[in-house]
Every structure is written in C-alpha cells, then in structure tokens.
C-alpha cells in the first residue's frame, strides 16, 4: 500500500522540486536544454514564480504598444559592451521594413538554467546591471548622429524581465502569451553558436524540432561569430544551407521557412566575453572598454567578482 502512495504522490511533488543547472550564458549563449537535464532536490516548496515578470513600470496608456521586439536573452553577469552592440543594433536599426515601429528590446534573465547553480543568490546584483544596460542602450554618449539619434530613438525603450524557464521553446511561449507585448513581431537575437546548439536534434524529447515554430515565428536576428573572412564565410554558407529542400533541418522536423525569416548581422571585432570581465576583476585588472562606465561602476561598488 505504502509503496502504491509513493508511486503516486512522487510525480506530484517532483512538479514543485524542479531545479534547473545552468547553461553558461555568454553574450551569444543561452539556455537550450530540454527536460531531461533537469535535477530533483528536496527543498522546502515555495509559491512558484511568475513565468514572466517584467520589472519595469508600466508605460502610461497613451504609449502606443511595440510592433517589433528584439529578446536578449543571456546571464548578463555582468553586461559587457557586447550587450550594447547586440542591444543597439536591433532597436536602432535602419530596416523598418523588416522591424517596423516603435520597438523595444526585452533583456531576459532566466534565474534557473540547465548546467549551472541558479542565479538566485546574485540575481539582485544582475538585475541592478540590467537597468544600467538598459540605460545605457537608449541614452549611450556613443550614440550616432541622425535617426539613430533623434526623434525615432525617444519612441523606443528596453524593459527587463525575468523568468524561471531554461529552454528558448519555453520562453517563446511565455512571451508571446504576455499582453503587453501582444501584436508584436519577437525577434530573438542569437549567437551563432547558439544557434547551431538550438538546432541539434539530440537536445529534445522526442527528437524534433517542430517545437521551435513560436521561437521562428518572428524571424531572428543571428550574429556572426568573428574568426576572419573565411570563418564567417563557413558560417554563412552552414546558415543557407538549412533552407535547402529535404536538408538535415527539414530531416528532423523544422521548417525551410525559418531561414528566410533570419537576418545575419555580421561579427563584431573584438568581441567581450562576461568571463574575461570576471578574470580581469579577480586578477586586479582593468576592465575599460570591455563593460560601460555605469556597469564598471557598479562592480566597483558592489565589489563584484573579487573572490
């Protein structure tokens, strides 16, 4: 009898105990794992947390809803000038055709991932760099002259918000169910490591992925990881290549459309890491250049990545 109970009631509290690890989550990464990398504990059951939760206030009603939504999605720990760029270059860039206006762009932190500790315990101090990345984003002194600029910059925003999912097909899904951003194009902006690692079949249970249309539904943005003319070529090429008919994308349940729903930005020179912030502070190093003024500012007093 005694074993009958267990065998049903075991399901049940494992629903609650979920714990993720943690994917390490550079600029161009992010979590992909599905379920069966996910770990039991036998910790106290809380109230579980929203799915989504945006932390920044409510626009007033008379400001019109984005029509575009650019998801950057990493661990954010800390922000680098790599964020920036990624960040920047969608809000402000010059296709409207392909993103039309106003848009914003959501920096998402999930506080459980699947091969690393939860992020709980530095969660604060992330999101606190969030909000000066966030800052930063729309009001950066580097900012360029012109559109970028002027008017059409004051109509865009960045909001920030959180969520306890690990896998990208999970966190489509939440997004596209919240109201505020209902009507708009999400755009998720990828790496393109992580892409190819969203794209291998063995990740999910069953092996397939059909799951992924929400995720493709809005195009995406891949950025080109920089390697010289030649690397980047090979990447490109690998990119096309997932449209071609009966190809290995097609084999495995995707869709040859999604390609022609993604737009390949080019690498930048000199690309940050968060890790080399987090080396360079623990040795006693500079870190100018590699993080804004703000982000530096905060690790200094906060006295981030010391130990």
């Known amino acids: 009898m005694a074993s009958r109970v267990s065998h049903c009631i075991l399901p049940s ?21 599905p379920p069966h990398h996910r770990r039991h504990t036998q910790q106290t059951m809380s109230p579980s ?3 989504l939760q945006i932390l920044t206030p409510t626009p007033p009603p008379s400001t019109p809803k984005p029509k575009t939504l650019f998801i950057l999605d990493s661990s954010f720990n800390p922000p680098t000038v790599a964020h920036l760029h990624l960040a920047r270059s969608a809000l402000f860039s010059r296709d409207e055709e392909r993103y039309p206006h106003p848009r914003r762009v959501l920096l998402l932190l999930a506080t459980k991932n699947a091969d690393k500790p939860d992020v709980e315990a530095g969660r604060e101090n992330r999101v606190t760099m969030m909000r000066v990345l966030a800052g930063d984003v729309v009001g950066y002194r580097g900012a360029g002259k012109g559109k970028e ?4 910059k004051d109509r865009e925003g960045v909001d920030i918000a959180l969520t306890p999912h690990a896998l990208f097909i999970d966190k489509a899904r939440v997004i596209a169910e919240e109201s505020t951003y209902s009507g708009a194009k999400k755009v998720f902006i990828l790496g393109f490591d992580t892409l190819k690692r ?13 799951g992924l249309g929400p995720l493709f539904q809005g195009g995406v943005r891949v950025h080109l990881r920089a390697g010289g003319e030649e690397e980047e070529g090979e990447q490109r090429r690998w990119i096309e ?9 097609e084999r495995n349940g995707g869709r040859r459309e999604w390609v022609r729903g993604m737009e390949v930005v080019e690498a930048q020179e000199g690309e940050v890491s968060s890790s080399e912030v987090r080396r360079r502070v623990k040795a006693g190093e500079g870190v100018e250049g590699l993080v804004t003024e703000g982000i530096e500012e905060v690790i200094e007093r906060k006295g981030l990545y010391r130990a």
Do not use: A, C, N, Q
């Open 149 to 152: 600029g002027g008017e059409e």
């Open 241 to 249: 290549s997932l449209g071609g008919e009966g190809g290995e994308m």
């Open 198 to 210: 969203l794209l291998e079949v063995r990740y999910y249970d069953p092996p397939s992925l059909s």
């Open 49 to 51: 947390p929203p799915s």
């Open 13 to 33: 509290l494992r629903k609650h105990f979920l714990v993720f690890s943690s994917l390490r989550l550079s600029v161009f990464h992010s979590t992909i794992y």
